[in-house]
């Protein structure tokens, strides 16, 4: 997918004297099958941009695109683009790893979760064995894959931040 970021501004609590520019007239473009790294202090407004492009949060002003769409006043890419942490362990929180992995589907009402679940482990190489296993026992990087999975089963694009 294309997306396009043109003059975007967010600024937490506008009307308030704590106001706090997070972002300011922020322009880029990411072309369909680019890789991106987005790479900044704490605080410099990396986390609030991917809140912007989930639809998440809507920006003060200018627009984004996606697949040269307005998203700017609607929800975004909420059901497109499925992000992935530097530390996946956090999104982790059932009690056996397909469990983890079928939360999404099981709240979107998907019609064969264990089907989705099989095929995403096996199209990230988890292996089938590990559907019983606690998901904080495993080791980082299939931690990861893990949660790969989850966003697979949403038939995503990641935002990877690893």
Do not use: H, W
């Not at 920006?59 to 890419?77: H, L, M, Q, R, W």
């Not at 894959?145 to 990877?160: A, H, I, K």
């Amino acid at each position: 997918m294309d997306i396009r970021v043109e003059n975007v501004t967010y600024i937490y609590n506008p009307k308030s004297k704590d106001a706090k520019k997070a972002l300011e007239n922020i322009s880029f473009e990411i072309p369909k099958g680019e890789s991106v790294g987005i790479m900044g202090k704490t605080g410099s407004g990396k986390s609030t941009l991917i809140n912007l492009l989930k639809g998440l949060r809507k920006p003060t002003s200018g627009t984004i695109y996606i697949d040269n769409k307005d998203i700017t006043k609607k929800n975004g890419i909420l059901n497109k683009v499925g992000i992935v942490f530097q530390y996946p362990e956090s999104q982790l929180f059932k009690e056996t790893v397909y469990e983890d992995i079928a939360f999404g589907p099981v709240n979107i009402k998907m019609s064969d979760i264990e089907d989705a679940v099989k095929e995403a482990m096996e199209f990230v190489g988890l292996p089938e064995s590990f559907e019983e296993k606690s998901p904080f026992e495993l080791s980082r990087r299939r931690t990861e894959e893990s949660s790969d999975c989850r966003n697979y089963c949403y038939e995503t694009r990641n935002l990877d931040f690893r």
